[in-house]
């Protein structure tokens, strides 16, 4: 069975500074697929961006881009001029092609003014 | 374009008693997943639904949870009786024909039970 470790349950940052998350995984597959997703207070939860494992390039999605090395089994999320609407919970998740999603325990990310 | 849609989004009940959460997902949308998000964890997939036929139950503790989508649009997540580990959030998700394979998940808001 695939599995997720977020290693950093809580961080906090200044309001336009960068900050960067951390995953790692496991699993014997080659193909795959890699998110980060947010969960802001009460809201609901949103796909932030999205890696396929076959890409070497890192994706990127304005202000935030991955850092994916696969031979590590590494996916890490940065956000680069942190801003207040950052704020929630981030989630990575691994996904096996047309399997389900698993996701790893979280970090709470809090941007402070 | 209207987004998932659950409710109650509070429930708080007592040990053995039975609680059932209800789930609207966006429009054409053929796939539906319920996930169990306890305190301090990831979300965890209960079961999900291609239209009205279940894909993959098998986290799901058929003992006291039951789930069913008639129609093939919403669905219901029922728990009875309910135990104080089913304290959660309960999560309803969909994904449209064109995500469903690359994990593209639609969420709504959640379902936060209580169980005293």
């Known amino acids: 069975a695939q599995t997720v470790t977020q290693s950093q349950p809580e961080m906090s940052v200044q309001e336009a500074e960068t900050v960067t998350l951390s995953c790692t995984y496991d699993?014997?597959?080659?193909?795959?697929?890699l998110f980060w997703y947010k969960q802001p207070p009460s809201r609901q939860m949103i796909l932030v961006i999205r890696?396929?494992?076959?890409?070497?390039q890192n994706a990127t999605e304005n202000r935030f881009s991955v850092n994916f090395q696969k031979a590590a089994k590494s996916f890490s999320l940065k956000i680069s001029d942190s801003q207040l609407g950052d704020t929630a919970m981030y989630f990575c998740?691994?996904?096996?092609?047309?399997?389900?999603?698993?996701f790893g325990t979280g970090t709470r990310l809090t941007i402070i003014p | 374009e209207a987004g998932v849609a659950q409710s109650p989004r509070y429930k708080i009940i007592e040990k053995r008693q039975s609680v059932a959460f209800w789930c609207n997902p966006i429009?054409?949308?053929?796939?539906l997943y319920w996930y169990q998000q306890i305190l301090g964890q990831g979300p965890k997939l209960l079961i999900q639904?291609?239209?009205?036929?279940?894909?993959?139950d098998s986290q799901l503790p058929k003992d006291r949870f039951s789930a069913e989508r008639l129609k093939g649009v919403d669905s219901t997540l029922k728990i009875q009786p309910a135990k104080l580990e089913d304290s959660a959030v309960y999560l309803c998700?969909?994904?449209?024909?064109?995500?469903?394979?690359?994990?593209?998940?639609?969420f709504g808001e959640g379902s936060r039970l209580t169980v005293l």
């Open positions: 998740a691994f996904m096996k092609v047309d399997e389900k999603l698993t």
């Open positions: 429009s054409g949308h053929a796939t």
């Open positions: 639904f291609q239209n009205n036929g279940v894909v993959d």
């Open positions: 998700a969909s994904s449209s024909p064109g995500t469903v394979s690359t994990g593209e998940l639609f």
């Open positions: 699993t014997s597959e080659n193909n795959y697929y």
């Open positions: 890696q396929e494992a076959y890409k070497q």
